[in-house]
């Protein structure tokens, strides 16, 4: 159905909602609060900082965001995290309360997902990414970062859905009014603290695994704050003790007696004379063996002897493997990460697997995801007058590349014909699972006409993956034999039929 204005009608005023958005980016509010118009980089920069000291910052919050950008394992299980759940597609319909397709809501649905892809709220100047894809992402770190995500669907001037902000939830606050909780934002301006309530139904806060005795959510990456330090500090161990005990150096040992010999008799029977000249030699022999090239060469008397000293044969490598593995179990599990994801899977059938279970756990933050999106759709098709919910869904995350799955989808293709076919589901319906959109102006309605009951069965006869009807797996090579053999000799699953 042709739209010829998605964005242009309302059918009454809305009330108690704000134009322009309730609050400003964080790193915009910090720049107006500074009476700055520089917008200050404050990127972490750990070429030099000991990441162990992260343990000292303010809050719990603030050391879980730093260590997800700079703890290789947190930030592997977050990226990888974000990868996989903001899939490529997603399906948006609108339904009636009665479960039934609302087909115009449904296209202003899908026109408005459409203006969010790929149109600024305005043309007034540059803005920062506003596409669904972009603010996915955000709200995803925002959700394993903080345990919670949050953002506003923004009206333009004329109270029509202009674009949604993702907001973070590290400043957001709750204060009690009667029995609600209402969230609120600190703000510095000019010197004089105030409050920025959200008390508003543009405003959506999403928890995950919400403790019913806490106001405040909890981050998931909580439990691999303790192990990811550990981690650290026993790698900067590990870093020092190889330096010391693995690379060889040179030491000079110098026999006491003849250097006594060697030496005038003034300073010889003198202590205090002897003791300063021997520790100004030693200083000079360590300043000159600390400084040599590997292709320089040393001269030296009889008194000396220099040689290389290493470790030898003595290793502690199997209690440090023990500690490693001890150590990379504990931070997996903190990140709700298996180790296949994060490089340290020992096996492919027990990473088969891991990566199964790991899919069921991208699957469940995608949802929060979905349910994000569901309430901001079904709010902007309700201020635009439609008496709808909304669902919206990103496609389930896979591990396999899409040319590994059209076998799937075909088979995805004829249950949902067959369905079809029977009238289990409307034409929009099977439109929008096989292609993601609403029917073209030239399909013809066929719901119920039970169109696909005498379909002929369709097989690949040099399919090595086909299996016959008796459950025995036939071959290229023996599907030859069998169209080719006469009567009664012919073979099923390598079997004479009798």
């Known amino acids: 159905m042709a739209i010829k204005n998605p964005f242009g009608f309302l059918t009454g005023p809305v009330k108690k909602v704000k134009t322009k958005g309730l609050l400003l980016p964080s790193f915009l509010r910090t720049a107006v609060t500074r009476g700055a118009t520089s917008i200050r980089d404050t990127t972490p920069d750990v070429t030099n900082t000991d990441i162990v000291n992260y343990r000292n910052l303010v809050s719990q919050k603030d050391v879980i965001k730093a260590l997800g950008y700079t703890s290789p394992d947190i930030s592997q299980a977050i990226n990888t995290l974000i990868r996989f759940a903001i899939t490529d597609e997603y399906r948006i319909i609108a339904k009636t309360f009665d479960g039934m397709i609302d087909e115009v809501a449904t296209n202003y649905a899908q026109a408005l997902a459409a203006r969010f892809d790929c149109l600024p709220p305005d043309y007034d100047g540059f803005y920062t990414q506003t596409d669904l894809r972009s603010t996915s992402e955000s709200l995803l770190r925002q959700l394993v970062t903080y345990g919670a995500l949050s953002g506003e669907l923004v009206l333009s001037a004329a109270r029509v859905p202009s674009f949604i902000r993702a907001i973070s939830v590290k400043d957001i606050k709750f204060e009690a009014k009667g029995t609600r909780a209402v969230p609120y934002v600190e703000s510095n301006s000019g010197g004089a603290s105030n409050k920025i309530y959200l008390d508003s139904p543009l405003f959506f806060f999403m928890s995950l695994d919400q403790d019913l005795d806490e106001a405040y959510p909890i981050s998931p990456l909580t439990a691999s704050v303790q192990p990811v330090l550990f981690s650290e500090e026993f790698k900067q161990d590990l870093r020092r003790a190889f330096r010391k005990a693995a690379l060889p150096r040179l030491t000079a040992r110098i026999d006491s007696e003849k250097f006594k010999e060697s030496l005038p008799a003034e300073i010889r029977y003198d202590e205090e004379k002897l003791t300063a000249y021997m520790s100004s030699l030693i200083t000079d022999l360590e300043s000159r063996l600390n400084d040599l090239n590997p292709e320089d060469a040393i001269v030296f008397f009889d008194i000396l002897d220099i040689k290389h000293h290493s470790a030898g044969n003595i290793s502690f490598h199997e209690n440090m493997k023990e ?104 034409d929009t319906e099977a439109s929008i699972e096989l292609t993601g959109r609403m029917p073209s102006g030239n399909f013809t309605p066929l719901s119920g006409t039970r169109f696909n009951i005498n379909r002929a069965e369709m097989a690949n006869p040099y399919s090595n993956t086909s299996v016959t009807p008796d459950g025995v797996t036939a071959t290229k090579n023996e599907k030859d034999i069998k169209s080719t053999a006469p009567a009664g000799t012919r073979r099923s699953g390598g079997q004479k039929q009798g």
């Open 323 to 426: 500690l490693r593995s001890l150590i990379d179990g504990n931070v997996a599990s903190g990140v709700k990460t298996l180790p296949s994801v994060l490089g340290r899977g020992e096996s492919q059938s027990v990473a088969s697997t891991e990566s199964m279970l790991y899919l069921r756990y991208v699957e469940g933050m995608q949802e929060k995801i979905n349910s994000f999106y569901s309430r901001v759709f079904t709010l902007a098709l309700r201020l635009l007058g439609f008496d709808v919910y909304c669902t919206f869904r990103y496609a389930d995350p896979e591990l396999r590349p899409k040319s590994e799955l059209e076998s799937f989808y075909s088979l995805k293709q004829s249950r949902v014909l067959e369905q079809l076919s029977y009238g289990f589901i409307s």
